[in-house]
């Protein structure tokens, strides 16, 4: 059996890891663009069921004059 | 295996007991398991190492052989790569994130990936778009397979001595002006490096977290894992080719009767002792391996062209091969790395009276004529790797092979034949069978570690 841990005041210092500098910037750069991508994700999913709706209405009114 | 907790990590190993997809990937053996010890036993140990009451004792599977990024090929960095997106992933929608994105928290349990930093689950804020250990996911996976599939760096010549991999400025270094224009290379190392002065000057408010909806951040995030498993995924379908390759295809060194002798014999062996934990020295194909595997032996293979390691490596994964390929030299084998020395173990460490058994085929001239070791080395090494057996090919000076990479030197063993050879190898071993294969002067020895 092996056996490791050893207690150290500095134990919170191994939890790091270097979140780079340039790499960061450039993440936090594209989150910004994959956000836009969010919110336009959400406006055509709102539309859509409008859109939907909107189509099944002519369709039920075009049936009628006919 | 035991590991102690301490109370700073609780809450990490809290978040590591609690998931969902930990518990998935543990039961498909990807996730090392962690049993809690609370009994009499665990107090004693605690006394026993001096740690204070409030730490907490787990107990994991004793991997058979651990083993580090610089002795993968770049197959198992990749699929080292894929597993830690599948926990990135799957901790998502918990509300979970692992704090950091290294090789070096996973080792192999023969072909398959295996995650065993279980302190490196903690929870996520729900706002923060970031993913922190990106950047370090970037610089010990997909550079060093960038840096492999365009200019043939191996990660044996990354991670010996660099455990942070490659920074975007290393690869853009190494890149031509039109290379660093194209992707991976835009995305990965061009761009973070000229916004890398841009940031120093931002300072440490560059740092601060970010705060925003809970759905959008993990919409973020999970696009951007989506977008790291392409990249691993489009970089590491290579398929290299080196000058070992197609060597046995080229140069053959055996006919078709003296391959089928060899084979015979080495089955045999198997057939009749069934070591099992094998070393295969020089694996070259790992046509050995694979036979040793058939007869159920958990093999280690060695051989020191990373690109026939990882051809062995997509075998052994495809067909669940109980087989861990591993680019080592014997001659150089990996040395202790880390903090004094002691993070990491040397090879010889931990290979050292491991193996039931060990292969050297084809391998001894080489080690003798290119690396120079001598013969009496060489069979103390050996000695040294098995518990039992060794199994050894001979190869007489006037062999062909021995003589083109002898390269006029001839001279250097004059001296070396096959009574001489008996004579050296029964210092350490006894010898069990011998066979010298048709019309060649190869023979192969089933030897026995003298007690």
């Not at chain 1, 890891?17 to 919110?39: C, E, K, R, V």
């Not at chain 2, 997909?142 to 400025?169: C, M, N, W």
């Amino acid at each position: 059996m092996t056996a490791f841990g050893v207690p150290n005041p500095g134990l919170l210092a191994l939890f790091y890891a270097d979140p780079g500098s340039g790499a960061l910037l450039w993440q936090l750069i594209g989150s910004f663009f994959i956000g836009l991508l969010f919110y336009f994700r959400r406006f055509a999913a709102w539309i859509s069921p409008r859109g939907g709706h909107k189509r099944s209405q002519d369709a039920l009114s075009n049936e009628k004059s006919r | 295996m035991v590991r102690a907790v301490f109370p700073p990590g609780l809450p990490n190993l809290q978040a590591f007991q609690a998931s969902a997809t930990v518990r998935r990937l543990a039961d498909l053996g990807h996730v090392i398991p962690a049993e809690v010890l609370e009994d009499t036993a665990a107090r004693e140990l605690k006394r026993e190492l001096s740690l204070p009451d409030d730490a907490l004792l787990l107990r994991h599977e004793r991997l058979e052989f651990p083993s580090y990024p610089y002795e993968w090929p770049p197959e198992m960095l990749a699929a080292a790569a894929e597993l830690t997106l599948d926990l990135a992933e799957g901790l998502l929608d918990e509300g979970l994130g692992l704090k950091d994105a290294t090789p070096f928290n996973i080792l192999f349990r023969g072909s398959d990936a295996v995650f065993v930093d279980v302190l490196s689950v903690e929870p996520r804020a729900p706002g923060d778009p970031v993913w922190r250990a990106y950047a370090q996911f970037v610089r010990t996976f997909l550079l060093p397979l960038i840096a492999y599939k365009h200019f043939r760096l191996a990660p044996d010549q990354v991670f010996t001595g660099r455990r942070e991999g490659l920074s975007p400025e290393d690869v853009y270094r190494m890149s031509s002006p039109l290379r660093r224009l194209l992707p991976p290379l835009l995305g990965y190392a061009t761009i973070p490096t000229w916004l890398s002065a841009r940031s120093e000057a931002r300072g440490p408010q560059l740092y601060q977290p970010r705060h925003e909806a809970p759905d959008k951040a993990r919409f973020v995030l999970a696009s951007r894992i989506r977008s790291l498993r392409k990249a691993v995924r489009s970089i590491g379908g290579f398929s290299p080719s080196s000058h070992w390759t197609g060597y046995a295809e080229t140069h053959p060194s055996y006919t078709r009767e003296q391959e089928s002798a060899k084979k015979d014999f080495v089955r045999r062996w198997l057939a009749e002792d069934r070591p099992h934990s094998l070393l295969d020295v020089g694996c070259n194909t790992g046509a050995y391996s694979v036979e040793a595997a058939a007869a159920g032996a958990r093999v280690v293979a060695l051989d020191a062209d990373a690109a026939l390691v990882g051809r062995l490596y997509r075998r052994a994964a495809a067909q669940n091969l109980t087989i861990l390929p591993l680019v080592v030299n014997i001659a150089q084998p990996s040395p202790a790395t880390g903090w004094r020395n002691q993070e990491c173990p040397s090879f010889l460490e931990r290979a050292c009276g491991q193996f039931d058994a060990v292969l050297m085929l084809a391998v001894l001239h080489h080690l003798m004529v290119t690396e120079r070791v001598p013969l009496d080395s060489v069979l103390d090494l050996a000695a040294d790797l098995t518990r039992d057996w060794l199994l050894i090919e001979f190869i007489s000076p006037q062999d062909p092979m021995f003589r083109r990479i002898v390269r006029g030197r001839e001279e250097l063993h004059a001296d070396l034949d096959r009574s001489g050879f008996e004579q050296a190898v029964q210092r350490r071993f006894r010898i069990v069978r011998s066979l010298t294969l048709p019309a060649s002067e190869r023979t192969l020895f089933l030897l026995r570690r003298a007690a």
